[in-house]
């Protein structure tokens, strides 16, 4: 299993990043994906989550970046991704994109960093 995430880097509050992540080595398809966060001195936070459903896929955010990130996955590109838009400086982190798959896996991280 190899997930790899880009898009970070430095931008200024209420501006906007999409973070990719490019998965490889399981069925991309039949597993929930979601983006973590982890920032200096605290816990790993989950973001957001999508599984797929019958009728389309299903979506979860955490209250302090729901109406601001859109979480979304092209399963033909083996890609999950994470649209990030008003951003605030207490968003700074690095962002993990994470499976279901086995046991879980973890990619290796990207730094968001939010200041003027």
């Known amino acids: 299993v190899q997930l790899v995430e880009s898009g970070g880097g430095l931008v200024q509050p209420g501006g906007s990043l999409r973070l990719s992540c490019a998965a490889s080595g399981f069925t991309f398809t039949n597993w929930r994906m979601s983006w973590y966060r982890q920032a200096p001195g605290k816990e790993r936070e989950l973001v957001a989550t999508i599984s797929n459903t019958v009728t389309g896929s299903s979506t979860d955010y955490a209250d302090s970046v729901k109406g601001r990130f859109t979480i979304s996955r092209d399963n033909a590109k083996r890609s999950l991704y994470l649209q990030m838009n008003s951003l605030k400086p207490e968003d700074t982190a690095v962002y993990y994109c994470?499976?279901?798959?086995?046991?879980?896996?973890w990619g290796q991280g990207t730094q968001v960093t939010v200041s003027s």
């Open positions: 994470y499976t279901t798959f086995q046991y879980g896996a």
